[in-house]
């Protein structure tokens, strides 16, 4: 191995020596002809040289767009969720004004209640509010949305309120139809959510005036519900099984399984007594002192 590389050198360090003991017109030419036969080669080089630092680059631009594509990425998901935020923001403002133009216009105390609960073993039947018999709310009161009817209060205690809905089968409500002046009883069905309709009105006499999309509203008898409150509309009207009357199902105007909120139906003795109990209630330094007391 060593004797061919000493003979490549003395082959190279001959060739230089004759080159350089050339006339100057004959080492020109010999010159120009290595130079045109290496030349490829050298084009071939450059060429290379110049692929790779493409390539470098170009592997260098890939890490900098995935780095940007990242950066982007983030920005993307970070403006969404400011997106959702203000959506959030604008329909809750859109709620609250339509909750306060409800109570201005409705001639009843109404109390604004939020839905915290629902019943785990039926999810129709009953629904928590975050506020109880401190705030006024008492039991057999009408709760309402802005859409419509939802149900009554049945349980209260100080700072909770549960209502049981129109879905239950054991939630009555007396009713009228609003065109034809029919009065009935509407009863719920207990259908699971997503469900239409949510009660029934039976017992309407054959020769009624009823058709599918009449408004079904409070007929204020029995004074639990007040009179007018929309419960939704007649979607169907079929014979009862005797054949003596008819069958009106009834879809409601509230939306039971999306509740949010709602608004208990309360009497000046509601929040008088309300007024009386919160009095009645230890105060932050009676509790303190009474935790004092040796």
């Not at 203000?86 to 329909?91: F, G, I, S, T």
């Not at 009161?141 to 209060?153: E, Y």
């Not at 599918?212 to 939704?232: A, I, R």
């Amino acid at each position: 191995m060593k004797k061919r590389r000493w003979i490549m050198l003395s082959a190279l360090a001959l060739v230089a020596l004759v080159l350089f003991n050339l006339p100057e017109a004959t080492s020109t030419r010999v010159k120009g002809a290595v130079r045109d036969g290496i030349s490829p080669l050298q084009a071939a080089w450059h060429r290379g040289l110049r692929g790779l630092r493409e390539t470098f680059r170009y592997i260098r631009g890939l890490g900098d767009l995935a780095l940007e594509n990242r950066a982007l990425s983030e920005e993307i998901v970070y403006l969404r969720g400011q997106v959702r935020m203000a959506q959030e923001l604008a329909r809750d403002n859109q709620l609250l004004r339509e909750q306060l133009g409800f109570q201005q216009r409705f001639p009843a105390t109404l109390i604004s209640c939020e839905v915290i609960g629902r019943d785990s073993a039926g999810w129709w039947q009953t629904v928590r509010l975050d506020k109880g018999a401190l705030a006024g709310v008492a039991a057999e009161r009408a709760v309402i949305t802005t859409d419509g009817l939802i149900g009554r209060t049945v349980a209260v205690s100080d700072r909770t309120a549960d209502v049981l809905l129109l879905a239950d089968p054991s939630c009555k409500v007396a009713v009228r139809v609003a065109r034809g002046g029919v009065f009935g009883i509407c009863t719920g069905l207990g259908n699971k959510p997503g469900e239409q309709p949510v009660c029934r009105m039976d017992y309407i006499p054959q020769t009624a005036s009823v058709e599918e999309g009449d408004e079904v509203l409070t007929s204020g008898l029995g004074g639990v519900f007040p009179k007018g409150l929309l419960v939704g509309h007649i979607v169907r009207v079929e014979p009862s099984e005797s054949g003596l009357y008819r069958t009106a199902w009834i879809k409601s105007a509230a939306d039971l399984g999306k509740l949010e909120y709602g608004f208990v139906a309360a009497t000046e003795t509601d929040l008088a007594n309300a007024r009386r109990a919160a009095e009645a209630q230890p105060t932050l330094d009676d509790r303190v002192a009474e935790d004092e007391w040796p």
